[in-house]
């Protein structure tokens, strides 16, 4: 069994570490959140430690390595993005390896420090690249694999999510903190095409503000048109009212459903890191410098064919 500490335990993500670390038989020892608002524990963890200062939860988590018994060996980071930097590095100076939210940092120079910081510490960095694991995504990346044909799939995603007035007053709404749309809740999904498409060649982006964003990738094996957006204004008709959210890929025309299946995906990520297959540094660069790229390009005009059938409703607007 291994000893684990959670910090941002009041966070949206948060209960899924929570029950990871429970479903494969570990211990959330210790938690940490500014806010309180963590009951959420009680029915996970009810022994845990929890505290709303860092410094108190860190002089806890050092005197706790005192024993080895106690001694923490992993620290789940889920705090808003902008702070995941320094909380792994400080984390990996505990003594512990860590695992991380996405998107893991900003910027391909974070990631150079933190592998510094991991040399520095012998400790690892392992970032929750969840749909990886997702069994849509494998058959698709073993199909794409086994094709003979040199043409470029043609694939088309959208994703979104639509949030209310209060996304655009926390942190999340503040590009400083979350590193714009693309990259809060595009990043994952950047990933997946990178895992699934090969190194990406071309990086386009049409348009992009506050709360949506399109674009165009290019990848070894795949054409790619993405649409990403927190405005409910954009859900198909079909959905409007009914739902939330709308998440689609089509390949070459044909839907791919990974509608299902995310909940658990945390855990099987905990399983795979726990057992030494985890994604690590390396991993997450790929999805981090398509971010990194999109967050400093201005929009151009899209080609004909490279345009994601949204964005002329964009441009109209």
Known sequence: ???????????????????????TRNKLSVAYDINDSVGIIDSISPDSDFFTNFEQFYEHAWKLNRDENSKLDYVSICTPNHMHASQIAAALRLGCDVICEKPLVPTSADLDELA??????????????????????????????????????????TYIT??????MESWKGDPRKSFG???????????????????????????????????????ERARVRWFLSID?????????????TFRTITCDGEELEFSGGFTDLHTVSYEE????????????R??????????VQKP????????HPHLQNLLVD
């Open 1 to 23: 069994m291994k000893n684990f500490a959670l910090i941002g335990a009041a966070g949206y993500i948060a209960p899924r570490h929570m029950k990871a670390i429970n479903e």
């Open 116 to 157: 510094l910081v991991e040399r520095e510490t012998g400790k690892r960095v392992f970032n929750i690249l969840q749909l990886r694991h997702h069994q849509a995504i494998l058959d698709l990346k073993e199909k794409v694999a086994r094709a003979t044909s040199e043409r470029k799939h043609e694939v088309e995603l």
């Open 162 to 167: 639509s949030r209310g007035k209060w996304y």
């Open 181 to 219: 749309v693309a990259t809060n809740i595009g990043v994952h999904f950047f990933d997946m095409l990178h895992f699934i498409f090969g190194k990406l060649h071309r990086n386009v982006l049409h348009f992009a503000n506050d709360m949506k964003a399109s674009g165009y990738l290019e990848y």
């Open 232 to 244: 409910a204004r954009d859900l198909p008709e079909s959905v409007s009212g009914k739902q939330s």
């Open 273 to 284: 890191i726990l057992a030494g297959r985890g994604y690590g540094i390396e991993d997450a």
């Open 286 to 295: 790929h999805c981090v410098e398509t971010v990194e790229s999109i967050r």
């Open 300 to 307: 151009q005009v899209a080609a004909p064919n490279e345009a």
